[in-house]
Structure formats: structure tokens, C-alpha cells
């Protein structure tokens, strides 16, 4: 069992920065891959950003060069920068991991979330 906790979330205006985090615990390993995904109003839940036991990384087209995903293992936590941010950006983010060592790319393929953190971009 592997519990996912958020953290970072707030209203900032657009063009600023967040940094959100996600700390896992219980039955966790530094091989697992994960992931960001945010759910807008209105919109679908969509992947943002990913990464996997190598740190191999994968962006979002509509985030790229603007977020950066990153996990320190000693805190089994992984971060999202968050720079640059836009109005569109307003959602709630939520973590997830996929027990393997390869991300993917559809919600079914995660097998644990956070409760999600908000983040309100201002414009």
C-alpha cells in the first residue's frame, strides 16, 4: 500500500511560480515512475509531466520549458516547478504512481493517487 500526500498549492498570479511536492509513503520504491496530472473545470484530466526510476522525463506539450519534474529519493518526494504559470493553468494537480519502472500515459495506468492539491492562477 502507498499513500501519496500533495503540497505547494496556492494562488498565484499569472506569470509566477509554484512549487508543488509529493511525498509518498508506506510500500514505496525509488524505482517506481511518476507522475503530475491536473484536472481543470471543464476539462479532461490530462498528464502534464512525468518521470521514471532513471529520471527520464516527459512534458506535456502546453508545459514544456515552463514546469520541471524532479524526485529526491532519500525524501521519497517529487517536485513540480512550476514557472511562468498561466491562467489555464488554474486546476487541481494530483500525483500518481505506476508500480514500473516506465511512466505512461493514461490515468488506468496508475495505481496510486494523491488527494490533489489546488493551484488558482490569477490573470
Known amino acids: 500500500q502507498v499513500q501519496l500526500v500533495e503540497a505547494g498549492g496556492g494562488l498565484v498570479q499569472a506569470g509566477g511560480s509554484l512549487r508543488l511536492s509529493c511525498a509518498a509513503s508506506g510500500r514505496t520504491s525509488s524505482s517506481y515512475a511518476m507522475a503530475w496530472f491536473r484536472h481543470a473545470p471543464g476539462k479532461e484530466r490530462e498528464l502534464i509531466a512525468a518521470i521514471n526510476w532513471s529520471r527520464s522525463t516527459y512534458y506535456a506539450h502546453s508545459v514544456k520549458g515552463r514546469f520541471t519534474i524532479s524526485r529526491d529519493n532519500a525524501k521519497n518526494t517529487v517536485y513540480l516547478q512550476m514557472n511562468s504559470l498561466k491562467p489555464g493553468g488554474t486546476a487541481v494537480y494530483s500525483c500518481?504512481?505506476?508500480?514500473?519502472?516506465?511512466?505512461?500515459?493514461?490515468?488506468?495506468?496508475?495505481?496510486?493517487w494523491g488527494q490533489g492539491t489546488q493551484v488558482t492562477v490569477s490573470s
Open positions: 500518481a504512481l505506476r508500480r514500473t519502472l516506465a511512466y505512461a500515459y493514461r490515468e488506468d495506468d496508475y495505481d496510486y
